[in-house]
């Protein structure tokens, strides 16, 4: 190694990168890429210090790996160097396939690509040009690997990653509710016949941890204002590439055009890999770049949303517990349409509504507790623990949102 690498992090403090192939991963362009796209894409609305990327997640996940890996071996787990560096960089690219904004554009600027699919693309890619070196972190990645509590730290209701992105938010937002001791889950975690499971002192932990995680959900992740503003920026989306289909040119980088023209399902990425690198150039730089050109577009769908994220005049929005019937929705949309003076057809990109879902904990997925007499119990089932029970149930709530007003005149 050229010498030993040491970030500082505001979460956690010093991290270490402990090998040279870790090392050359994080130094690849398309791991560099994660520092352009932000961890909680337009919460920053909300809350003006969730400024943090994806970069600052991944290197947090994989120090958390590298402590828990360290906390399990102690615990007398076997765990051989090479499944310890291949542990802590499926951690380290869990979130790899990203795209710009996140989950925002997940579903408008791809075809129904979930960003997992893409990290797995993403990693196989890497392996190939890593002559194999990550063969060990596809099977991990993948569940193929014969000692599953790998797969689990990486993926499941307790994973490594959660585990940075409540603390990390939680940091970089102020909200102080989302706080977990992650430091004590990690120091109760435990591996009993290939599963992970958390010894039964540390049963209250969790109870927080899963809590918090509800809590963030309502407060950060799923803010009424948010949910406006992701809102906004798809309808942008939406008619970009209505427009560009149709015809018109924009002054945007090669990859954003790409993907305005063209619609790519997870077969397109599958079979050329040269979508996938068209894909990785991409970031949320892309984005904001065509909404500054964009501010003074001809076309007032164009221009009035671009100019509403660039003032932050967001689309007014109101969430309720009761599903609105058809009819009040189009009573609003009819005044929305007289209100903004446009015509019908466009009503869709200046009015959404839908519902937005959270739940504390899936029973399907269990979080295993370790009692003192050694057996292995879901944490819903722990008998002074009711409240777990009621996070189980998914609350869904309904939103409406639509624009203020406009500027029609050029």
């Known amino acids: 190694m050229k010498s030993q690498k040491i970030l500082n992090d505001p979460v956690y403090g010093f991290i270490t990168i402990p090998s040279e192939l870790i090392f050359t991963i994080i130094d690849h362009p398309y791991f560099q890429r994660l520092r352009r796209i932000k961890q909680l894409g337009l919460t920053d609305f909300v809350y003006p210090g969730a400024l943090h990327t994806r970069f600052h997640h991944a290197l947090g996940a994989m120090h958390l790996m590298s402590i828990t890996l360290d906390n399990l071996r102690i615990k007398g787990t076997e765990i051989s160097n090479k499944e310890y560096e291949a542990a802590l960089i499926a951690i380290l690219l869990h979130d790899i396939g990203h795209g710009p904004f996140s989950h925002a554009l997940e579903y408008s600027l791809l075809k129904s690509v979930p960003h997992e699919d893409l990290s797995l693309l993403t990693i196989e890619l890497f392996n190939k040009e890593l002559n194999g070196k990550l063969d060990l972190v596809l099977r991990i990645f993948k569940n193929t690997y014969e ?99 149709s015809g018109t040119r924009f002054t945007i980088t090669d990859e954003f055009d790409f993907f305005l023209q063209n619609e790519n399902t997870i077969y397109d990425f599958q079979q050329n890999p040269e979508i996938l690198k068209l894909f990785l150039e991409m970031d949320d730089l892309d984005i904001w770049g065509a909404i500054k050109l964009w501010k003074k577009h001809p076309d007032y769908v164009l221009r009035n949303i671009s100019n509403m994220f660039l003032t932050r005049n967001l689309f007014k929005i109101a969430l309720t517990n009761e599903q609105p019937s058809l009819e009040e929705i189009d009573e609003l949309k009819t005044k929305t349409i007289s209100k903004l003076g446009i015509p019908e057809e466009d009503i869709t990109y200046f009015f959404s509504h839908g519902a937005v879902s959270n739940y504390g904990y899936l029973a399907k997925d269990r979080i295993n507790i370790l009692t003192k007499k050694g057996k292995v119990i879901d944490v819903a089932q722990a008998a002074d623990l009711p409240n777990i029970k009621v996070m189980s149930k998914i609350v869904e709530k309904h939103y409406i949102c639509k624009a203020k007003s406009l500027n029609l005149n050029f």
């Open 147 to 245: 000692r599953k509590f790998f797969h689990q730290l990486v993926s499941s209701q307790l994973d490594i990653d959660r585990l940075d992105y409540l603390q990390r938010d939680c940091f970089f937002t102020g909200v102080s509710e989302g706080t977990i001791g992650a430091d004590r889950i990690i120091k109760m975690m435990d591996v009993k016949n290939d599963q992970v499971v958390i010894e039964e002192k540390g049963i209250y932990s969790i109870e927080n941890f899963l809590s918090a995680r509800r809590l963030m959900y309502w407060q950060v992740y799923l803010h009424k204002t948010t949910v406006s503003a992701e809102k906004m920026l798809i309808k942008l989306i939406e008619r970009a590439k209505m427009l560009r289909k």
